[in-house]
Structure formats: structure tokens, C-alpha cells
């Protein structure tokens, strides 16, 4: 494996080769300087982050150039996640203590915002949401008792509820999730859900029923503190699952950060590499075999399906999404920073 970078004109340009794939990368200048843990790459065109300060930012032309906005209302909040229904319909979650985590929406592209959902709960903060489709979503939330905190809507969003299961694990002392990339919840098909969790506890729970009934898995990844343990999850259609996290305090210790799983999620091990990938908020697929995860270590990639990694970048990121049909992503960080990339062959 070997790492390149290059220079071509006036574009800050990095090519890092690993085996038949490398990853292009082309600095964006987006006209922030707010720091960025939620985005959504709709399309080859359209792009939206979300960020603090009340800010988000987006692109329709392929990042050629970007708009910035305040959400009327939110300017002290922190915007952790996002869902795209169109280009112009979008969800913004905004996570912090009580009233600070909320839920806003727009179906013009930002000319108009609704909040549909304020917290009034002292105890919880929102962590992250996801969709099955148009109407059905749910949203994970610190917990405000035992059980964890989940809310669903069936209306896209207008409104939101306790879900109140017929079965779920009770947390442990200790364990909540992460608002990192907006990566620690993530739906599948009709019904199925992954909500992770981390601190003194880290563990997947997973429902096939949206939420009705859960089932908890646990994990080997770093964990026992309060800044430790998984902070993203992916799953593909192949029941394929890595999970990346550590602890965000130690952004350089390689200790147990990545965790494998073949069963979508029921058993884990430690990848083979595992004791060499330092700290990272945001993992995906991108291709066959091929995946990718960033956080203020840099950004790494795999080609064995998360069994072992190649450190090719070190600019510090949060967060980034991928289009899989034109093959280009980006990732988005801290003040203002954001970065497209190609995932391409020799």
C-alpha cells in the first residue's frame, strides 16, 4: 500500500492509492466557519450540512458554489443531524440540554422553517434520527429514565412521540449515545433500526418491528469511561456491519476502535486491525469490500471489509456521506472545513 499526494494547480489535491482503489480529495470553500457534525449527500449535486451556530450550508451544483443560512430562532443551537426528503424538503435535528434539542423543517430549500419538536425533558439530548420513508422516523435521545429514549413520527416529522415498546433492555449506569456524525442510528428497509451506545457501557440495539421490540447486543470495542466507546454504525444489505469510535479525548490511541460484525450486528469481534486505527466518529461503505471512516485523527480506509486500515489523510473531520452511484462523497469538520472526494480505480 502507499500513500500520494499531489498538487494540481490552483486545487489542493490528494490522491491516496490503496491496492485497485484511491480516494481524490478537493478542498470546498464553503462560506462558514461554524463546525459541522451532519450532512447528507442527496445527489452528485445537492448537498446539505449541518452545524453550530444555527448555521447550515448547501450546494446544488456540485459544490462549484455553496449558500449559508441561519435557521430563524436557532442561532445558539447545534444542528448534530439531517434527512433529506428532496432537495428542498429537509429535516434538521438540533441536539443540546432540554429545550436546546429540537426539530426543525423546511420543504421550500430554507426559504421557510417549522419546529415540530422542542424537548422538554432536563435529562435528555437528542442524539440522532433516520427514516424509513417519507412519514415513518425515529429519533434517539439521551434517556430521561432506565429505558432508552426514543421518539417516532408517522408524518414525516410534523410531530414525534414516545415510543413505548413491548420490550427493550434497560441501559446500564453509565450508557448513552454519541451525537458525533449523526451515524449512531440507522434504519434499513421497512422496519429494521441499530441505535449504538457508548460510555461506561457500549452496545447495538436493534429492532425489526420500528421499535416495538428490541433486542441488545454486546460489544468488544473500547469503553468504561464517559468519552469512550462507539460513535458510528453502518450496516449494508449483505448484514455487514463495522462500528468505529475510541475515546475522543485520546484521538491518537490505537486501543480497540473498530469492531466487526457478519450477522448484522447480533455478534462482534475487534477487526484485525483494530489495535492500529486511531480515534473515529464516522464510518461507511463505499464500495465492495471498500470502506472509510474519519474524525479528528484523520481519515482511514479499508479494502477487506474493515479488518484492517490505511491512514490517508490527517486533516481532522466529523463527519461525511457518500453517493454510491457517482462515486463521490465528502466530509465535512470544524470551522467551516469541508472537503468532496472521488473514490476511484487504477
Not at 8 to 17: C, E, R, Y
Not at 64 to 73: C, E, R, T
Not at 93 to 116: A, H, L, Q, V
Not at 214 to 229: A, F, H, L, R
Amino acid at each position: 500500500m502507499k500513500k500520494t499526494l499531489t498538487l494540481i494547480l490552483l486545487t489542493l489535491s490528494l490522491q491516496a492509492f490503496t491496492q485497485k482503489h484511491f480516494v481524490e480529495f478537493q478542498v470546498q470553500k464553503v462560506p462558514s466557519t461554524s463546525t459541522f457534525r451532519s450532512i447528507q449527500v442527496f445527489d452528485d449535486s445537492c448537498v446539505w450540512l449541518g452545524g453550530t451556530n444555527g448555521n447550515y450550508c448547501y450546494t446544488n451544483n456540485g459544490g462549484k458554489s455553496w449558500q449559508k443560512a441561519i435557521v430563524p430562532g436557532a442561532e445558539k443551537l447545534d444542528f448534530r443531524d439531517l434527512h433529506m426528503f428532496s432537495q428542498n424538503h429537509v429535516i434538521l435535528m438540533s441536539c443540546g440540554n432540554g429545550e436546546d434539542s429540537r426539530i426543525y423543517i423546511t420543504k421550500d430549500g430554507g426559504k421557510n422553517w417549522k419546529m415540530t419538536q422542542q424537548n422538554k425533558h432536563d435529562k435528555a439530548f437528542y442524539n440522532g434520527i433516520d427514516f424509513w420513508n417519507k412519514k415513518d422516523g425515529i429519533l434517539t435521545s439521551d434517556a430521561i429514565d432506565e429505558k432508552p429514549y426514543v421518539l417516532i413520527t408517522d408524518n414525516g416529522g410534523e410531530s414525534w412521540e414516545r415510543l413505548i415498546p413491548n420490550e427493550i433492555p434497560d441501559l446500564k449506569e453509565g450508557e448513552y449515545a454519541f451525537a458525533a456524525s449523526g451515524t449512531g442510528i440507522i434504519t434499513r428497509g421497512d422496519n429494521e433500526v441499530w441505535i449504538a451506545t457508548g460510555g461506561l457501557h457500549s452496545r447495538i440495539f436493534y429492532s425489526a418491528d420500528k421499535g416495538k421490540n428490541w433486542v441488545v447486543s454486546e460489544t468488544p470495542i473500547i469503553q468504561g469511561t464517559s468519552t469512550e466507546g462507539i460513535y458510528s454504525f453502518y450496516i449494508n444489505d449483505k448484514n455487514k456491519a463495522i462500528s468505529v469510535g475510541g475515546n475522543y479525548k485520546k484521538i491518537d490511541d490505537c486501543k480497540g476502535n473498530v469492531i466487526v460484525s457478519k450477522d448484522s450486528g447480533k455478534n462482534w469481534k475487534l477487526a484485525q486491525g483494530a489495535g492500529k486505527l486511531a480515534f473515529k466518529e464516522c464510518v461507511k461503505q463505499l464500495d465492495i469490500n471498500v470502506w472509510m471512516a474519519t474524525g479528528p485523527s484523520g481519515t482511514a480506509l479499508s479494502v477487506d471489509d474493515g479488518e484492517n486500515w490505511t491512514e490517508i489523510d490527517n486533516r481532522p473531520f466529523h463527519t461525511f456521506d457518500y453517493d454510491a452511484k457517482s462515486k463521490i462523497g465528502y466530509l465535512a469538520g470544524g470551522k467551516g472545513s469541508v472537503v468532496k472526494f472521488y473514490l476511484k480505480k487504477k
